[in-house]
């Protein structure tokens, strides 16, 4: 294995029964901006295991939305590897990465991305037709509680609804990793909390692993682990051994 | 300076949107193309003709006997509203020229030895005036010269009467009465080669044409040219000439050629004008909605610079510059177009109409009107955006944008359907549904394109049903033998005793004039033998006619214009024999799209001009393959024959003539629809993309492939191009019904002819169209950067 500069040894503070389900080694992404080479991430090095609770930590501009990106198969690494489950997917074609995507990866985004024509429950048979093992859509709607909002179009719901919705929508393809990029960005705190709770309950009933990113450090107290990133690599990985109750948080 | 910002904000803006603004100016570029050009053409058309018809001297009227003595054209003078009149003969003649079996037939004209202030005159092309009165000469006309390599200095053979005369030729020329000459033969298309029209000296046409001291043709100018006065006055000139044996009258409107040549100058003026209307309303209402899509885009843009001080004027202006821009752009191009066109349909006008002067003028005023024209549209298009982007109060504007508005669609409303739709189709139904105004300008596009190109294709076949129906249907011929005079039965078995004939059958062709109640209609009545095989009418339901023993059946038109119907009685006057008119009943009306036409028994018609049985016109037909050489000289020899006639011939010729015509014309609808279509539908696809880029990034991220999400926008494509073109095959049927009314004429008629394949090829065409379409929005879909759409909020 490659060196892994600044962080400290990952393996050191872990159960050794934890499994890993993805793992990224020695990453670099290099923006070309022009005239120059910008490093969006610079070896960066993360293992994420199996049904944990992960929030990566960082300021804005800090490499870690990158990180997602390229965690979640939407973006390739200019070097380093990144493995899902032992498979190579840092240099996959694009249809590797559509069916890793489609198949592994639940995408949950600041601004819940639903589709503004089609009503919640549809939102969600959009995630479900394309998955081998899908869930019922309305059942994934009823784990989010909105089964009573089925029929409503995006526009009639709340925020915290659609991004409620958007949860679903990621469940619904059962797949094994929640990918969410600051899921809480755009509500308030009460609402935030709902999110953050429902996304901490799937953990644990369901074996989600969840990868959360954001900017908000007082969110990062309820994750089982918390990477901290800044200018592009993992400055620490701390294991949260009493991780904050979502009640609790407040900003 | 902020202006000079904005500007360059503009310009940015317009080289963003590139391709949609390139198929719009296209679309305006055609529309103007087409006014500017047909515009000129028009001009250039006309204006030659009125030139033409003015200096020789077109004449106003023209009065067919049988034979006035010289004197009555100073009777004809004194009749009111006439100017001038000069008495002339006109002789059919057959021509037999060295080296070609065939004799041509043709017409002669006699001209006096004065040239100047000539009625009908005649423009030499080459060559000059007779020599004397009683000379042997000729001036022929230029384009049948032309054809055979005539030139002044060399000898033709003509038969005049019973006579054949070698003539010197002296010279080519051409006159306004011929511009569109049809052959007698029939049919729609001149043919300078096998018809000879020429022009000897009157006197010399007195002594061999049995004419001396007398005229039997009177043509005339008149102080009113309106229709109605030279109604009138015709209908004078008649009572005072009918002990001559007047034939026909025709005011110089009902002559072919000028009609033919008004009708054409009409089309282009009305074409000039529905097309451009069509083409730039189209582009008008596309432009309205990609600024709509601009506007809404630039939302936060306009905000900011309405926040740091731009007025809302300035704004209009500024989004005003849109549709400036792709009028001037339109305007400039469609010019370009136009011009192009005006050379290329005045290059094949040339070759239609036997016309001087057809030369391409630049028409400033032409020019002018199309840039302003496309530069009105283009900036009534960016009307909705432009009130939209004005609107905007900048507070408003720099927050995001209200959600889309929810709510159940019309497809909605049908659960069992709905139920059974993929995401993708609901998605789709939904976005037509909710953008009314969008959908409708697809369909709308769509359906004119389609429109068009169906009704190009089912005139194109109406005019080829039209041929085939008279050339192949119901005549079979090979040949047919006028005859100078009547004849008995005696002459059928000549003609069929001749070697190779095959099958020879008697006709008798007579001109009548048929009156009912008011309206009087000369027609060419022909008699048909028993079983007649070689010309065979056919009913309405496409069965050969069984030919009454007594009575006539009439074509369509003719009846119409008679205004009778089955069982009435018509009076029938024969212009020929004992010219006595007789009450005919009406048994049949049957189809007809060329000429005015009736028939009936040849025993019958006989009878009605005095005679037992005779025959004017006979049918030949040969055994396969062998007819041509020892017939022809075999008729040639014989004085009675005044022309012969071959069917393929008139066929060919119509082929040849009007298919380059509708090739070039259907291949130009085409181009110019699929503009329309390619067009429209590219840009509703960009627009819609544009609107859905976060959809479409999404759906990538949750795995669907470019293929599956370009195919949500395909679907909607096709959908709203499917309904456009089912409206549009609906409206070019519709259409090619109003172009057959529009031209039903007493010389011909369209029949309504749609034939599946052309629907379907019309289909395929619009398939296309889309599909090329949808392969660039397919490309886009591909190249979107997922991360980039997802990151930030419009």
């Known amino acids: ?251 | 300076m902020v202006s000079r910002m904005l500007r360059r904000k503009l310009f940015r803006d317009v080289r963003s949107r590139k391709g949609s603004l390139a198929a719009l100016v296209m679309i305006v570029s055609a529309g103007v193309g087409v006014f500017v050009g047909l515009l000129a053409v028009f001009r250039d058309l006309d204006s030659a003709r009125a030139r033409y018809y003015q200096e020789h001297r077109l004449a106003d009227f023209s009065v067919t006997l049988k034979r006035a003595p010289d004197r009555t054209t100073d009777m004809a003078r004194t009749v009111p509203n006439v100017r001038e009149v000069r008495g002339r003969i006109q002789q059919s003649v057959l021509v037999d020229l060295t080296g070609r079996v065939k004799p041509i037939p043709g017409m002669a004209l006699s001209l006096p030895l004065d040239r100047h202030s000539l009625i009908g005159g005649v423009m030499l092309k080459t060559g000059a005036w007779f020599s004397g009165d009683m000379a042997s000469e000729v001036i022929l006309d230029f384009q049948f010269a032309r054809e055979h390599n005539l030139r002044p200095g060399d000898r033709v053979k003509v038969l005049l009467l019973d006579r054949q005369h070698d003539l010197l030729v002296v010279g080519t020329g051409m006159s306004p009465e011929f511009v569109y000459l049809i052959p007698p033969s029939g049919g729609l298309a001149p043919d300078p080669a096998g018809y000879a029209v020429m022009y000897l000296p009157h006197r010399f046409m007195q002594e061999s044409c049995d004419m001396q001291g007398a005229y039997n043709q009177l043509v005339g100018l008149a102080f009113d040219n309106s229709r109605i006065a030279l109604k009138e006055m015709l209908h004078i000139l008649k009572e005072r000439l009918n002990a001559f044996g007047v034939l026909d009258t025709t005011p110089v409107h009902e002559e072919t050629s000028v009609s033919v040549l008004r009708d054409e100058l009409y089309n282009l003026k009305v074409t000039a004008t529905v097309f451009p209307a069509i083409f730039l309303g189209v582009a008008a209402l596309v432009l309205n909605i990609i600024m709509g899509r601009m506007v809404a885009q630039h939302r936060n843009v306009i905000g900011t610079l309405r926040a740091l001080g731009h007025s809302a004027s300035t704004m209009t202006l500024h989004y005003l510059g849109h549709g400036v821009i792709v009028g001037a752009s339109g305007g400039i191009c469609g010019i370009a177009v136009g011009i192009w066109l005006q050379y290329a349909m005045l290059g094949m006008y040339k070759r239609f109409f036997a016309m001087p002067g057809i030369v391409p003028h630049t028409y400033p005023g032409i020019l002018v009107t199309g840039f302003l024209i496309a530069l009105v549209c283009a900036i009534l298009g960016t009307a909705r955006g432009v009130r939209q982007a004005a609107r905007l109060e900048p507070a408003q504007a720099m927050h995001p944008p209200p959600p889309e508005k929810g709510g159940r669609v019309l497809p909605e409303r049908i659960p069992f359907v709905w139920k059974r739709l993929s995401f993708r189709h609901k998605m789709m139904l939904r976005a037509i549904f909710r953008n009314p105004f969008r959908s409708m300008v697809s369909v709308t596009a769509c359906a004119v394109a389609t429109a068009l190109i169906v009704a190009t294709l089912c005139l194109h076949d109406s005019t080829y049903y039209m041929m085939d129906y008279h050339f192949m249907r119901i005549s079979h011929e090979d040949l047919t033998v006028a005859l100078r005079d009547p004849r008995g039965p005696g002459s059928v078995s000549e003609v069929a005793g001749m070697p190779t004939v095959s099958a020879a059958e008697p006709q008798l062709t007579v001109a009548c004039e048929m009156t009912y109640g008011p309206h009087v209609k000369r027609a060419a009545v022909t008699g048909l033998s028993d079983h007649a095989r070689l010309t065979t009418p056919l009913t309405d339901s496409g069965k050969q006619l069984v030919i009454p023993d007594a009575g006539v059946v009439l074509t369509t038109k003719l009846a119409e214009i008679l205004d009778v119907s089955v069982g009435d009685h018509v009076r029938v006057r024969p212009l020929l024999g004992r010219r006595e008119e007789t009450t005919v009943p009406v048994v049949k009306v049957i189809d007809g799209f060329l000429g005015l036409s009736a028939y009936c028994h040849i025993r019958y018609l006989s009878t009605l001009v005095g005679e037992e049985w005779v025959t004017n016109a006979i049918l030949a037909s040969s055994f396969p393959g062998s007819w041509g050489t020892p017939l022809m000289p075999a008729l040639k020899e014989r004085p009675l024959v005044i022309s012969i006639t071959e069917r393929t011939r008139s066929l060919e010729q119509m082929h040849k003539t009007i298919g380059e015509f509708m090739g070039g014309f259907i291949l130009v609808t085409i181009g110019f629809s699929g503009v329309i279509a390619f067009g429209s539908v590219l840009n509703s696809a960009l627009v819609s993309l544009s609107e859905r880029r976060r959809e479409v990034g999404m759906l990538r991220v949750l795995g669907y492939r470019p293929g599956q999400v370009s195919r949500i926008f395909s679907h909607e494509s096709f959908l709203l191009n499917g309904v456009g073109v089912v409206v549009g095959l609906a409206l070019g049927v519709a259409l090619a019904h109003l172009i057959t009314v529009a031209y039903n004429t007493e010389l011909y008629r369209f029949p309504v002819v749609i034939y599946p394949s052309r629907v379907a090829i019309t289909a395929a065409l619009m398939t296309a169209f889309v599909t090329a379409a949808q392969l660039i929005v397919h490309r886009m879909v591909k190249a979107l950067d997922m991360l980039d759409v997802l990151k930030v909020r419009e």
């Not at chain 1, 493995?83 to 198949?103: K, P």
């Not at chain 1, 991004?163 to 705190?189: F, K, M, S, Y």
């Open chain 1, 1 to 251: 294995m490659a060196r892994q500069p600044v962080v400290p040894d990952t393996h050191a503070n872990q159960d050794c029964h934890q499994k890993v389900i993805l793992r990224v080694s020695n990453v670099e992404k290099v923006y070309r901006m022009g005239e120059v080479d910008v490093y969006a991430l610079r070896h960066a090095s993360l293992d994420v295991h199996e049904g944990e609770f992960l929030i990566v930590a960082g300021p804005s501009g800090s490499g870690k939305s990158t990180l997602l990106n390229v965690i979640g198969g939407m973006d390739r690494p200019t070097t380093g590897s990144v493995t899902f489950l032992g498979t190579e997917i840092s240099q996959a074609t694009d249809v590797a990465l559509t069916m890793y995507r489609r198949n592994e990866v639940g995408f949950i985004f600041q601004f819940y991305n639903l589709i503004p024509t089609l009503t919640a429950l549809e939102n969600v048979e959009v995630a479900v037709e394309l998955s081998p093992d899908p869930l019922d859509p309305m059942e994934a709607l009823a784990m989010v509680g909105l089964q009573d909002r089925a029929d409503h179009f995006p526009s009639q719901l709340s925020g915290g609804q659609q991004q409620r919705v958007a949860i679903a929508r990621a469940l619904a393809g059962n797949p094994r990793l929640l990918l969410c990029d600051e899921p809480t960005g755009a509500l308030d705190l009460e609402t935030s909390r709902q999110v953050l709770n429902l996304l901490r309950r799937l953990n644990g009933t369901l074996g989600k692993t969840v990868v959360l990113i954001t900017h908000n450090s007082a969110i990062a107290s309820m994750g089982d682990r918390i990477a901290r990133i800044s200018d592009g690599a993992i400055d620490s990985l701390v294991v949260n051994e009493h991780p904050t109750p979502v009640e609790e948080i407040r900003w």
